[in-house]
């Protein structure tokens, strides 16, 4: 039977990935993200839903809900990015912004979400998460809003567990052909990076897709409050 999926931030990257997989299985799925001109084109080509609507704007999310699934099967909260600033922050209100809109966009975004669409989900339904290894590696204010993710997943999963929904995060290490670098990264970074990979190799969005399928499946009924990490060995969850 076809479910309804929900993928915020599904117009580029690892969210798009995750809803054409999502799409390829059958299920009715719906992309959110901010840019309409992207979630246009990515809904045509994959065929798929979209809404618009900034995912860590409580007003946003508001109003979007009447145009999303009044049951929702499955949740991927793939919104978020790194908030980059082009020099260190010069003084304690730059600093301040800095962490505040880390937060925001890869913690209180999947909150808000979340609750906003809890009731809409079924018993036996689906909360998925995209993390980041940097929640255990190390990745300044990013890092510690996924960390944040983390931990809430920890809680949140015994809050819902009862209705046999799942909650879960999926953490991918560096990963390619993604929005998610505004930037090349330079061989500094990328060579080590690359080299504390067992497989030595950068992930791809299609490396993730498949994992998110699998959480999201009857099969992992019994996997909840867990971080799973897509990362080729370079850091190990032990």
Wanted: hydrophobic share 45%; glycine share 10%; proline share 6%.
């Amino acid at each position: 039977m076809s479910r309804n999926v929900v993928v915020t931030g599904g117009g580029t990257g690892i969210g798009k990935a995750v809803a054409a997989q999502f799409s390829q299985l059958g299920d009715h799925v719906t992309i959110t993200g901010r840019r309409e001109d992207v979630l246009v084109a990515t809904a045509a080509e994959i065929g798929t839903n979209y809404v618009r609507f900034d995912a860590s704007d409580p007003n946003a999310v508001e109003a979007a809900l009447p145009a999303l699934p009044e049951r929702v099967d499955v949740l991927v909260n793939a919104a978020g990015g790194n908030i980059f600033t082009a020099t260190p922050p010069a003084t304690l209100a730059e600093l301040n912004d800095l962490w505040l809109e880390n937060l925001r966009k890869n913690l209180v975004s999947a909150a808000l979400v979340t609750t906003a669409l809890q009731d809409r989900i079924p018993d036996g339904g689906r909360i998925i998460h995209i993390g980041s290894q940097t929640a255990r590696i190390g990745g300044g204010p990013y890092g510690a809003a996924k960390a944040g993710l983390e931990a809430w997943v920890a809680s949140h999963a015994f809050e819902v567990g009862r209705r046999g929904i799942t909650v879960n995060v999926i953490s991918p290490g560096l990963t390619d052909e993604t929005d998610f670098y505004p930037f090349e990264l330079p061989d500094s970074i990328r060579k080590p990076l690359l080299a504390s990979a067992a497989n030595g190799r950068a992930a791809t969005p299609a490396d993730v897709a498949p994992l998110v399928a699998f959480v999201a499946s009857q099969q992992a009924s019994h996997i909840t409050g867990q971080v799973l990490p897509v990362n080729g060995g370079a850091s190990l969850y032990r």
